[in-house]
């Protein structure tokens, strides 16, 4: 989506410690001596020099850059990550995702409406951060506060539960009025609470099915936070466009997301704060111990799909935010677990950049360095393909043509 330019994105090259010349202005881009990372899965090219205007890629050729250009000086160059499950909720941790490298984010859940708010900050260029697409809230039987308070005409969910597809429809409607750009729903519960077990099943199939309907017939797509068995089964059958989390779907459940198309965000590397040693409470002991047990499964199935080949999305399931849990997972992470399981380094990246553009349907203008498709790009100085915590540390960070990000020559 294309953003007007603002004296925060100006602001941004400043900061980042280098003089931008007319070259990098959001009008007219160039960069020299880039090795381009696609994102397709095709293998890198030779030195190129790439053109940008107005927000987007006129060009990619081995033709020389005009004086003024950035010289990459044999860099990588790589389409803007997505991160396909985010928690973003404030204009500070939307800013920290871009310059992280995410140029696009879905943010499933929304407390209060914060990620509506910042999102519609972002569009009308009052604050930088990545292209946001936002589910404003999450659609379960156990609505909570949150929720009530951000759509009070459901108050009488406030100590009652959601149930029957009526309810259901009647919610992702008013949702959807809200401004949705996707719909999440609960098809079973939560695995960061002790109070909760991941495998027992929330909304059903019939539940489900009226929110892939109301969903579908405004265009949008329908994610399902599902973890156990039935419910990943259930909201597959249902039509849902993605599978989060999926820690034990089983091996019935994987052939009928490859047949249907099904997405999976399996969002590992959220997975390490959970076990991580946080204190000596009941509730931080049985976090712990209910991770060691979830990890092996949910490594399991991701292996299973690579094998298969249902497209697999990252997803850091954080917040960017300053402080919880899951401030400090990045893409980066995501892709070293993915790796772990089978995936070459080029395939995870893909995971971050086309496939993850499929999945949220903005894949006809970004995910891919295309000439035609929005200038939404990332550069490292080591060769991705051989040492993938080169992507932790982005030497320059382009959202629509805008230099948001420049470390290049320090």
Known sequence: MRRPVTPFIRRACVVALCVISAATSAADLWLANARVIDGSGAPPTAARTVHVQDGKVVAISKASAPAGAIDLRGSYLLPGFIDAHTHIED??????????????????GDAYLKALATRDL????????????????HVRPVLGEAFVLSFPQFGRYLHAPLTGADQVAEV????????????????SERAGLASTDPRRPELSFEEISAAV????AKGLFVAAHSHGTGGVNAAVRAGVRSIEHGTYA???????????????????????????PRGDKAEDIALQLRTYHMMK????????????????????????????????IRIAHEIEELVKCGYTPLEAITAATATAARLLGVDARTGTIVP???????????????????????????????????????
């Open 250 to 276: 089983d091996e019935a459940t994987l052939q009928l997301m490859l047949q249907k198309g099904t997405f999976w965000v399996p969002t590992l590397a959220v997975m390490s704060p959970l076990g991580d």
């Open 122 to 137: 972002v569009r009308q260029g009052n604050t930088p951060g990545p292209e946001m697409l936002v589910s404003a809230g």
């Open 372 to 410: 035609g498709k929005e200038a939404d790009l990332l550069v490292v100085d080591r060769n991705p393909l051989e040492d993938t915590t080169t992507l932790f540390e982005p030497m320059m960070v382009v959202s629509n043509g805008d230099v948001v990000l420049n470390r290049i020559g320090l």
């Open 297 to 328: 499964p949910l490594r399991e199935g991701v292996r299973r799909a690579h094998a298969l080949g249902i497209p697999v999305a990252t997803g850091t399931d954080g917040t960017y935010g300053d402080g919880d849990a899951t401030a400090r």
């Open 172 to 187: 992702v409607r008013a949702v959807i009025a809200r401004g949705a750009d996707v719909i999440k729903v609960g098809a």
């Open 213 to 216: 309907r109301e969903a579908s």
């Open 91 to 108: 204009p500070a941790s939307a800013e920290r995702a871009l310059r992280s490298g995410v140029t696009t984010t879905r943010v499933l």
